[in-house]
Structure formats: structure tokens, C-alpha cells
């Protein structure tokens, strides 16, 4: 596969806190990657570095070639309204103007892209609602009127109208009940099955990726700590801390797997070290150096200074 996104030692910091610290992820076209990690991890600092809604200060995101940290004013515009990228919120109650009917929210790319004459730009949008499994109808009625799920759809109709080549979700599924997560996450791996859209998950909960994402990029404390095919990552976690998340998700818990219990510390640390040190069983002395991301098994990268296979884990 071709790489569409390709994100080169991205830093970011707000009021001298650095939020994410050198993460490089390549993300392929057609695929779905799940990006993974506690609260605080960076996961959705990173997606909205890429869509232009958080600064940038150190590193490159390109687009199928594109600098787009190098855009600045009428260009960066211009890029945007190609719709080429659409970011997902996670609060759909608070991404949806209330005073606005679901038509109007859902057609507002087209229209501020100026591509379609009104006529058009309401046929697109009956198609984008049909397209998430919603009643065209509700283009008459506005986001207070309807239900969680169905709100969470209008968001991901409202992105699909502008025929986007990358979807950011951030927590698409968080706030859903258990059937409107299974239809939303069935709902975008259609998308990259029948659309050719290539999706980024970002999620806090691994046994929702584990049915929909090709890889998982894993962050813990700004930093990617692993990646690699979510089948791979799941079944032999090389990183003490994505070990300690699939020991976590009782549906895609292994029996190798870092208990909870094990760990020490109670958070991640920024002394020039790796940023796990302090709660990771496996520390050494080696540990006060930060481990670089590294290439294993293949498609698979690590920043781990110790070979996780070769450890003893303990259920």
C-alpha cells in the first residue's frame, strides 16, 4: 500500500507541557488504524495536529505528498476545502449547532466549497444519511431532536458528504450504547471496504479496535511506544505497556500478558529517559536513556530497550 499520511517527528506543546514528543507514524491508504491509549497519552492531541486544529511546533504531516504543516493562509484554506480530510469529534452534541436542521449540518462542506447548487448539495446530503443507516427525513430536524447514535452518524454523514480520502474518529463509539457502537464501527469499516476511505480510530478502549482496524499505533505519554498489525500487537505485545493494555481488554486478553498489579509509578516521566520507566516491571539501568523506535519482526516497531519476547510474563 501506498502511504497517504506520513507524520515525520511531530511535536506538540501547549503552555510549555510538551503533549506530543518526536511521534513518526506512516498511515496507508485504504486501511484502518486504531490509534490507542489512556487518557492523557496524546492520541487526540496527534489527530488534531493533523487536521490543522492544534499547533504544531516541530516535525512535518504530509498528504499524499502535500507539507501540510508548511501551508499557511489562502493555501492552507484552499487545502481545506478540498475535503480531502474530515475530522469526527468525539462530542457530537457539542460539534452540532442546535439551531442548525441536520441538512444544513450535513451539506455545510458543500456549500462552503461551493461545488453544488442547492438542489445538488440536498441530494448529496439524503445520500451521505442513507449511506450511515439514517432516514433522509431527519435532514428536517435538528440534533436535539434525535437520539446519541443517530447524532453520532450525522456527524460521520456530514464528513462522507465532501467524499473524503481520510476520516479522523476521534472516540466515534465512547459515548454510544452497545448496539450504536457495533452499527458505528461495522458502519466504518464499510467505508474502507466499499468507499476505499482510510480511517483513523482513535480510542482509549482496545476490544473496539481489535474487530475493525488493520494496525494499532499505541502512544503512552506523547510518545508511539508500538505499532504494528493489530492481530501481531494483540497476540504477542512487545511493549510492557501494550501488554498491559490487552491484559486490560477482557475480550482480546492473552494469556502472556503484564498484570496490573505490577506496575509501579503513576504516570509517565520526562527526565530524558524512557517515559515508562517508572511503572514498568522490566526496568534497568539502561532505561534512563530513551529507547528509539525500532523495527522488529518485520512490520512490527518497538521503543523498548529489552526484547519483550524474550521476557517471562507472568497472567
Avoid at 484502518?32 to 496527534?46: D, N, Q, Y
Avoid at 489562502?74 to 441538512?103: E, I, K, S
Amino acid at each position: 500500500m501506498s502511504t497517504l499520511l506520513d507524520i515525520q517527528d511531530l511535536s506538540v506543546e501547549y503552555d510549555r507541557h510538551r503533549v506530543l514528543d518526536g511521534v513518526s507514524l506512516a498511515v496507508r491508504t485504504g486501511e484502518i488504524l486504531g490509534i490507542i491509549g489512556e487518557t492523557g497519552s496524546g492520541k487526540t492531541t496527534l489527530a488534531r495536529a493533523v487536521a490543522g486544529l492544534a499547533p504544531v511546533h516541530g516535525g512535518r504531516i504530509a498528504f499524499d505528498g502535500t507539507d501540510l504543516t508548511a501551508l499557511r493562509g489562502r493555501a492552507r484554506r484552499a487545502w481545506r476545502r478540498t475535503g480531502a480530510l474530515q475530522y469526527v469529534f468525539q462530542d457530537p452534541l457539542r460539534a452540532l449547532d442546535p439551531q442548525h436542521t441536520v441538512g444544513t449540518i450535513v451539506g455545510e462542506g458543500l456549500a462552503v466549497a461551493g461545488r453544488q447548487r442547492p438542489a445538488e448539495i440536498a441530494t448529496r446530503v439524503s445520500d451521505a444519511l442513507t449511506r450511515v443507516g439514517l432516514d433522509p427525513a431527519l435532514a428536517a430536524r435538528r440534533p436535539g431532536e434525535i437520539s446519541g447514535g443517530q447524532r453520532q452518524r450525522v456527524l460521520l454523514a456530514r464528513a462522507l458528504a465532501v467524499e473524503p480520502r481520510l476520516l479522523l474518529c476521534d472516540e466515534p463509539v465512547s459515548a454510544l450504547d452497545a448496539s450504536n457502537r457495533n452499527h458505528v464501527l461495522r458502519l466504518l469499516a464499510g467505508l474502507r471496504d466499499t468507499a476505499g476511505v482510510t480511517v483513523v480510530v482513535i480510542s482509549h478502549d482496545l476490544s473496539s479496535l481489535a474487530g475493525i482496524a488493520d494496525r494499532v499505533a499505541v502512544l503512552y505519554g506523547g510518545r508511539l511506544a508500538e505499532h504494528g498489525p493489530i492481530g501481531d500487537v494483540l497476540a504477542a505485545p512487545r511493549h510492557p505497556y501494550t501488554a498491559l493494555l490487552v491484559a486490560s481488554a477482557p475480550s482480546v486478553r492473552r494469556e502472556r500478558a503484564v498484570p496490573a498489579a505490577r506496575l509501579r509509578g503513576t504516570g509517565p516521566g520526562y527526565d530524558g529517559g524512557c517515559n515508562y520507566s517508572a511503572r514498568c516491571p522490566f526496568a534497568t539501568a539502561a532505561c534512563a536513556t530513551a529507547p528509539a523506535l525500532s523495527t522488529v519482526d518485520g512490520d512490527r516497531a518497538v521503543a523498548c530497550h529489552h526484547a519483550l519476547a524474550d521476557l517471562e510474563f507472568t497472567s
